[in-house]
C-alpha cells in the first residue's frame, strides 16, 4: 500500500493559486513530521514546508522562497500545501514526505524523511 498520494498539481498562470493534497494511507497523527519538497531535473530536491504531529501554527517551519506565499496543514488522513501569488520559478515536481521518530525533530532536510509520494507536477507559466 502507497503510504502518500499527492494530487491537485496543474498548470497555472503566474500570481494563481494551487492546493496540493496529500492523502495518508495512516492518520496523519502517527507520523511526527510531515513536508513538502519539490524538485527541478538536475536540480537537489528542496524542502519547502514542514508541520508537527499536532497540526499547529507553532510546529510549521517555512523554506525562505515560499514564507509568506504557501501554507501547510493537515487534518487526520490529508497534508495539504496552499500555494498562492505563484511565480514561474515555483514550476517543479512536489512531494510529500513523511517520518515517524521518537521525538519530533523539525526539518526540511529530505535525507531525513522515511516516507515519499510519488509527485504532482506545478508549471507555472509567465
Known amino acids: 500500500q502507497v503510504p502518500l498520494v499527492e494530487s491537485g498539481g496543474g498548470s497555472v498562470q503566474a500570481g494563481g493559486s494551487l492546493r496540493l493534497s496529500c492523502r495518508t494511507s495512516?492518520?496523519?497523527?502517527?507520523?511526527?513530521?510531515m513536508a513538502w519538497f519539490r524538485q527541478v531535473p538536475g536540480k537537489e530536491r528542496e524542502g519547502l514546508a514542514t508541520i508537527g504531529r499536532d497540526g499547529s501554527e507553532g510546529s510549521t517551519i517555512y523554506a525562505d522562497s515560499v514564507k509568506g506565499r504557501f501554507t501547510i496543514s493537515k487534518d487526520n488522513v490529508y497534508l495539504y500545501l496552499q500555494m498562492n501569488s505563484l511565480k514561474p520559478e515555483d514550476t517543479a515536481i512536489y512531494y510529500c514526505?513523511?517520518?515517524?521518530?521518537?521525538?519530533?525533530?523539525?526539518?526540511?532536510?529530505?535525507?531525513?524523511?522515511?516516507?515519499w509520494g510519488q509527485g504532482t507536477q506545478v508549471t507555472v507559466s509567465s
Open positions: 514526505a513523511a517520518k515517524k521518530e521518537s521525538e519530533w525533530r523539525p526539518s526540511l532536510d529530505p535525507r531525513t524523511y522515511k516516507f
Open positions: 495512516d492518520y496523519t497523527y502517527r507520523y511526527t513530521s
